[in-house]
Nanobody, 117 residues
Framework: VQLVESGGGLVQAGGSLRLSCLAS????????MGWYRQAPGEERELVAS???????YYGDFVKGRFAISRDNAKNTLYLRMNSLEPEDTAMYYC????????????WGQGTQVTVSS
């Protein structure tokens, strides 16, 4: 399975973006899918995840600003990001754990999000 992210870009603080992650195959039975991010010089961190039963997780830094969703019919994972802050600037990666929770077997190549102040 290949994962391809899109939707990143340059946005002003307070703006919004919607990231998409298109899988080359069915995600219907994937145990967990998620979004990670990594800023230069920082560790990669989990932004949000969603299970096949739509259980959600968000990093503390999200503070209600982001929403993760998945459309199994379109084999696509989304991340809606509102009220973006310069601290959200990072490369955002889509990941899939098809069999076991949080054992990420598949990764996308990333999409850059840059938030200007």
């Amino acid at each position: 399975v290949q994962l391809v992210e899109s939707g990143g870009g340059l946005v002003q603080a307070g703006g919004s973006l919607r990231l998409s992650c298109l899988a080359s195959g069915s995600i219907l039975s994937f145990n967990v899918m998620g979004w990670y991010r990594q800023a230069p010089g920082e560790e990669r961190e989990l932004v949000a995840s969603i299970t096949e039963t739509n259980e959600l997780y968000y990093g503390d830094f999200v503070k209600g600003r982001f929403a993760i969703s998945r459309d199994n019919a379109k084999n696509t994972l989304y991340l809606r990001m509102n009220s973006l802050e310069p601290e959200d600037t990072a490369m955002y990666y889509c990941a899939a754990a098809p069999l076991k929770p949080y054992e990420w077997d598949y990764w996308g190549q990333g999409t850059q999000v840059t938030v200007s102040s």
